[in-house]
């Protein structure tokens, strides 16, 4: 299942996505979007997040070294 989306991006993102699929690099635009996306939400995750927050309570309890 897939949904469309329309999204405004910089000129220079989408003149460097079009040389990766011409280059061979993608099958398409929407690939690398679907990646890029994809990449993202990997890397802010909710556990991520309240990995970095426990962090930083942790280190404000323990005050300034």
Do not use: C, K
């Not at 949904?3 to 690099?25: C, F, H, K, M, Y």
């Not at 679907?34 to 280190?59: G, M």
């Amino acid at each position: 299942m897939t949904t469309s989306l329309q999204a405004e991006i910089p000129d220079q993102l989408l003149r460097q996505a079009t040389a990766l699929v011409r280059d061979g690099w993608a099958a398409n635009i929407d690939e690398i979007l679907s990646d890029a996306l994809r990449r993202y939400l990997d890397s802010h995750s909710a556990e991520l997040s309240e990995a970095f927050v426990r962090e930083d309570l942790e280190w404000g309890l323990r005050g300034r070294d």
